[in-house]
T-cell receptor, first 112, second 116 residues
Framework: DQQVKQNSPSLSVQEGRISILNCDYT??????FLWYKKYPAEGPTFLIS?????DKNEDGRFTVFLNKSAKHLSLHIVPSQPGDSAVYFC???????????FGQGTRLTINP | DVKVTQSSRYLVKRTGEKVFLECVQD?????MFWYRQDPGLGLRLIYF???????EKGDIPEGYSVSREKKERFSLILESASTNQTSMYLC???????????????FGDGTRLSIL
């Protein structure tokens, strides 16, 4: 039972353009959503998050959008840079819980 | 700066061996977690602990156990290693209850374990 799904295993984007990574979820009890970025041979690092009471959160080149009615969130990276090439994981937290539920990850490749 | 340290980056063991993976954090975090990462499956939670000597099963605890004798250290134990436990293992920690909403989990760099 995959409660958090990232349906695109990979994405390739031209440098300077917008990268859009998508994530769908099924559990209405999720109250907090996070994006992590992972380089090979390193652990995931926290990128950006959003509370379920908001629909947008922005941090520099990164913006996360949440559509609760569609149970969908997306991460926008503008402009995309070569250093953004990594695997991106979407994660969600159930209200009151400490653990996170992760998606399968999307490998983003930024082409020069 | 936040630091989660996993004792080994690479480990090769044989089927049937008892394997210990160690994780230490220096942030005085209450919560600690063990995940495995496999292609196409993302990060799956094996066990977590929200206090010393406390543990809870995650989504895939079969074949694993854990130990948390001190706050800063969380060990993952493969009781009798099998080839399907070949994977990347990631340890993480976070602040405990009540957890500020903006406190994410902090990860170590992972241990790539191969069971032959």
């Amino acid at each position: 039972d995959q409660q958090v799904k990232q349906n695109s295993p990979s994405l390739s984007v031209q440098e300077g353009r917008i990268s859009i990574l998508n994530c769908d979820y099924t559990n209405s009890m999720f109250d907090y959503f996070l994006w992590y970025k992972k380089y090979p041979a390193e652990g995931p690092t926290f990128l950006i998050s959003i509370s379920s009471i908001k629909d947008k959160n922005e941090d520099g080149r990164f913006t996360v959008f949440l559509n609760k009615s569609a149970k969908h969130l997306s991460l926008h990276i503008v402009p995309s840079q070569p250093g953004d090439s990594a695997v991106y994981f979407c994660a969600a937290r159930i209200q009151g819980a400490q653990k996170l539920v992760f998606g399968q990850g999307t490998r983003l490749t930024i082409n020069p | 700066d936040v630091k989660v340290t996993q004792s080994s980056r690479y480990l090769v063991k044989r089927t049937g061996e008892k394997v210990f993976l160690e994780c230490v954090q220096d942030m005085d975090h209450e919560n600690m977690f063990w995940y495995r990462q496999d292609p196409g499956l993302g990060l799956r939670l094996i066990y977590f602990s929200y206090d010393v000597k406390m543990k809870e099963k995650g989504d895939i605890p079969e074949g694993y156990s854990v130990s948390r004798e001190k706050k800063e250290r969380f060990s993952l134990i493969l009781e009798s290693a099998s080839t399907n436990q070949t994977s990347m293992y990631l340890c993480a920690s976070s602040l405990g209850r009540p957890s500020p909403r903006r406190q994410p989990q902090h990860f170590g760099d992972g241990t790539r374990l191969s069971i032959l």
